[in-house]
């Protein structure tokens, strides 16, 4: 069973559409997040969770918006896809107060 | 603010030579520090981590200790394997944020040659 799994794996859309994330993961953790990696691989925060509440929000443009159904799934929504958004994103989750993290595969994110 | 930063790469190696990535941090507060590995095509792993000074965290023959007096956490193993080559990333837990953010450094690649 894949401890915390995303879809799709893989995403190509034009600019200006909008799209969809999903995440669950299966590890019984209470926090959950989002994470952006770019071309040289460096890794910055978009959002984290914890029970289903916004925690952190790192000034990501408006257009991402993150939805918490419950503490198992984490999903981002994408409005007005633009060429600076293509990169792999990447959930997370962890226990609170552990930050050990367990990582999803990624869904590598093509705008064109 | 809280940051971390590593060696750049790549690293390239020959089997069973010695591995060393050096990562040195910046934070208020105590935060707990990590190294996870990134396989091609595949998310991070937790690789080894470290709650307080002088601790030592280590895994799979990878061994980092946590150095207040330096801020450091550098990761070293002795006899790296062609299996070993991925990107390392050294990470920090934000202790301004309760734990809830991560910060990680801008990763090493690693490629051992056989």
């Known amino acids: 069973d894949t401890a915390v799994s995303q879809t799709p794996k893989y995403l190509v859309t034009q600019m200006g559409n909008d799209k969809s994330i999903k995440c669950e993961q299966n590890?019984?953790?209470?926090?959950m997040y989002w994470y952006k990696q770019d071309s040289k691989k460096f890794l910055k925060i978009m959002f984290s969770y914890n029970n289903k509440e916004l925690i952190i929000n790192e000034t990501v443009p408006n257009r991402f918006s993150p939805k918490s159904p419950d503490k198992a799934h984490l999903n981002l929504h994408i409005n007005s896809l633009e060429l600076g958004d293509s990169a792999v994103y990447f959930c997370?989750?962890?226990?609170?107060?552990?930050?050990?993290?367990?990582f999803g595969s990624g869904t590598r994110l093509t705008v064109v | 603010g809280n940051s971390v930063t590593q060696m750049e790469g790549p690293v390239t190696l020959s089997e069973e030579a010695f591995l060393t990535i050096n990562c040195t941090y910046t934070a208020t507060g105590y935060p707990s520090l990590f190294w996870y590995v990134q396989y091609p095509g595949e998310g991070l792993q937790l690789l080894l981590k470290?709650?307080?000074?002088?601790d030592k965290g280590s895994n799979k023959g990878f061994e980092a200790t946590y150095r207040k007096e330096t801020t450091s956490f550098h990761l070293e193993k002795g006899s790296v394997q062609v299996s070993d080559s991925a990107v390392y990333f050294c990470a920090l837990s934000d202790p301004d944020t309760g734990g809830f953010k991560t910060i990680f450094g801008a990763g090493t690649r690693l490629f051992v040659k056989a």
């Open positions: 997370a989750s962890s226990q609170q107060g552990t930050a050990i993290y367990t």
């Open positions: 590890l019984g953790h209470d926090t």
């Open positions: 470290a709650t307080k000074a002088d």
